[in-house]
């Protein structure tokens, strides 16, 4: 079985430490044979969610909202494992990456009974983080409650995490290689 795995650009910088670095993730596991695409965020017309509930009343539908995320529903919904980079802005992820995290509360919808259901399978998750502060250990915490609302969202667990502190290095790009392979396999 192909692997299918969809890269997450949340920087708006095509040479940024976290494109860099989820490519490198996405390169890894194509050597080990997985199919693998990506969607610049910062390229894409992606709207914040409306809150206006139609995801949660139809199962049919991601949202009604028909913008690029489309695209990348569809992408996830067939896709194995999701890795997904982010600049670190004012100590959080970038205002595209929050839109992405925002509008995939269109994969859960409920039902009379008032349960909570998912319109996809669970994928695998590797994050990329990318920081200015020297100190990898900085942003832990936050990094933890990202992961988990990803995890939540894509119905499965981050396995992976990578955090840049101010530039990549070559032991940081060996490392990402290392988790797409993983997540390849
Ligand atoms: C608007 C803005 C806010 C930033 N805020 C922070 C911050 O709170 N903490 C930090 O460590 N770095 C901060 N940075 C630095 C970026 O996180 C850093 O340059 C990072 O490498 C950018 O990711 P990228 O290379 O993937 O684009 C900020 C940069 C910008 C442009």
Redesign the pocket.
């Known amino acids: 079985m192909i692997v299918k795995i969809v890269g997450i650009h949340?920087?708006?910088?095509p040479q940024?430490?976290?494109?860099?670095l989820v490519d490198a993730v996405l390169e890894g596991a194509k050597e080990k044979g997985a199919e693998v695409r990506s969607f610049n965020l910062n390229a894409l017309d992606i709207k914040g969610c409306q809150a206006c509930g139609a995801c949660h009343k139809n199962k049919d539908i991601f949202c009604v909202q028909k913008d690029d995320m489309q695209g990348i529903y569809e992408a996830i919904a067939d896709a194995d494992a999701v890795v997904i980079?982010?600049?670190?802005?004012?100590?959080?992820m970038s205002a595209q990456t929050m839109l992405f995290l925002n509008r995939l509360y269109a994969f859960m919808y409920t039902t009379q009974d008032g349960k909570s259901h998912f319109k996809i399978g669970p994928k695998r998750v590797v994050t990329v983080y990318?920081?200015?502060?020297p100190m990898a250990g900085?942003?832990v915490p936050y990094f933890d409650m990202s992961d988990a609302s990803f995890g939540m969202m894509l119905q499965g667990k981050v396995e992976g995490r990578i955090v840049?502190?101010?530039?990549y290095t070559d032991e940081l790009i060996a490392d990402a290689r290392e988790a797409g392979k993983k997540l390849a396999e």
Request: hydrophobic share 25%.
């Open positions: 949340g920087s708006p910088r940024g430490n976290s494109t860099v980079g982010s600049p670190i802005y004012m100590a959080q990318s920081q200015g502060a900085h942003y840049c502190a101010n530039a």
